[in-house]
């Protein structure tokens, strides 16, 4: 850069000492510099030009490889919202799945605890009935255990009292015993 600004400082002066004070000049005068303008365009078109380029074609390069980028993400945007779309529009239908899961689970639920209840009824009832017999098998032999107890009681009573009587139980208990 240094270099090149020396360059127009040198080419300016040129310029300036051709002026010759109050002289005017004619066209022919400016020939001349017009050479050497053309001749340092040029010069510095060649010199310059591989590193334009290269510049260039790296700017051009990074703006590729930027608009890959963003079109990538682009993309991957896209895809992502589609995405997200379909998950919206499931949200209903996917709500209305697990409801239906929820109602048929509870059913389910419902006449499992029904047919539990009734099995463990229909067992207490089984059971009730079981002790019930139970008891009445006890009351019916205690009250027979009772009444044979009274019966006898009644008849060594009526034997005690009846002479007669006491005789034939004494000979029927003789003949058991032979």
């Known amino acids: 850069m240094n270099k090149l600004f020396f360059l127009f400082a040198l080419c300016s002066s040129v310029v300036f000492a051709a002026g010759n004070g109050a002289h005017h000049g004619s066209a022919a005068d400016l020939i ?67 409801q239906q899961r929820a109602k048929d689970e509870f059913v389910s639920f419902k006449n499992r605890y029904i047919n539990e209840t009734n099995q463990r009824i229909d067992k207490i009832k089984i059971d009730a ?20 107890n009274k019966v006898i009681s009644g008849a060594k009573d009526k034997i005690k009292t009846n002479s007669s009587l006491q005789g034939k139980v004494a000979g029927n208990l003789l003949k058991e015993l032979k």
Request: positive net charge; hydrophobic residues 40%.
């Open 32 to 98: 001349a510099p017009a050479v050497n303008f053309f001749i340092l365009v040029g010069f510095l078109g060649f010199k310059l030009k591989n590193p334009i380029k290269q510049h260039f074609n790296e700017k051009s390069d990074t703006v590729e490889q930027t608009m890959k980028r963003a079109s990538q993400r682009s993309a991957e945007a896209k895809a992502k919202l589609e995405e997200q779309n379909k998950k919206l529009k499931n949200v209903d239908s996917e709500m209305s799945n697990i």
């Open 129 to 148: 009935k079981a002790k019930i017999e139970a008891d009445k098998n006890n009351l019916v032999a205690s009250l027979n255990r009772e009444l044979i």
